[in-house]
């Protein structure tokens, strides 16, 4: 298992993300698009998920309510290939390093198009989370994306600004709404298939516009701490983070304690083609 070194860690705290360059062999990213693919070009059957609370409309398994894009929702329930990103030993001990006791909490997938257009600034931590105490980093919540295909300039990549973990003034958003390297301090993330880059939700983040005709995939596992990691606090999307029995039954055990909070939350039900094989 991978140790983070101390360079990491500081990169990490100064800048509120690291990329880690090949970190996911090529063979499993080539399984990983395949299933993408063929879970992007069918219609999914979400009747197991009824008398959920959930949003009307919001993120259904297939989200293509973004034009020019495709959002998959709660992936290890679409094929068991993506069980090989969960407890992945490139990734898990910077889960570790920087949250303390991670839970996996939500998987999702994006793939864009050309015209899908820039989003807007955000973060899903208020700065005030992340904090720094004898030395130990904390992170309430991580998110962890793999690049699945490249990103590169014109792709729709991630936009940051490297730092605003630790901001105490806010974007004026009527001049810097959405992603842009006109930000003050934005860079664009790229990378190629295989990379991964792991960033606090602290940090001010945004997709910036697709101009490219290729496809730009990537895929999101967000973890947030064991204390944190209830349905009750985000309850309106358990339809995609939860996993029933029947799907951690076939998790080793390092994915079962990084989803163990999922033994708690609802009764077993069944998910149309949760079991399908990657064959």
Not at 218 to 247: C, E, F, G, K, V
Request: charge should be negative.
């Amino acid at each position: 298992m991978h140790e983070v070194t101390a360079e990491e860690r500081f990169l990490f705290d100064i800048q509120g993300y690291l990329i880690l360059r090949g970190a996911i062999d090529g063979d499993l990213i080539t399984a990983l698009d395949k299933a993408l693919i063929a879970n992007e070009a069918i219609d999914h059957d979400e009747s197991w998920a009824e008398g959920l609370p959930i949003v009307a409309g919001q993120h259904f398994t297939k989200d293509t309510n973004t034009a020019n894009q495709i959002r998959l929702n709660g992936l290890p329930r679409l094929d068991p290939v993506f069980d090989q990103l969960i407890a992945h030993p490139a990734i898990l001990p910077y889960l570790n390093e920087f949250i303390g006791e991670p839970q996996l909490v939500n998987t999702w997938s994006i793939s864009k198009f050309e015209g899908r257009e820039a989003t807007g600034w955000h973060n899903g931590l208020p700065t005030d989370d992340y904090r720094v105490l004898n030395g130990v980093i904390r992170s309430p919540m991580l998110n962890v994306v793999t690049m699945v295909t490249p990103n590169h300039p014109g792709d729709g990549c991630f936009t940051i600004i490297p730092g605003s973990h630790k901001k105490n003034l806010s974007l004026d958003y009527k001049r810097w709404g959405s992603a842009g390297l006109d930000t003050p301090g934005a860079i664009e993330v790229t990378g190629d298939p295989g990379d991964v880059m792991i960033f606090t939700e602290a940090l001010t983040h945004a997709g910036a516009k697709k101009t490219t005709k290729r496809r730009r995939t990537t895929l999101q596992y967000n973890h947030m701490h064991l204390h944190r990691s209830s349905p009750m606090w985000d309850h309106h999307n358990a339809r995609h983070y939860w996993m029933p029995p029947s799907i951690r039954e076939r998790f080793t055990p390092e994915q079962k304690h990084l989803t163990r909070w999922m033994s708690y939350t609802l009764p077993d039900r069944s998910v149309p083609g949760a079991e399908r094989s990657n064959d």
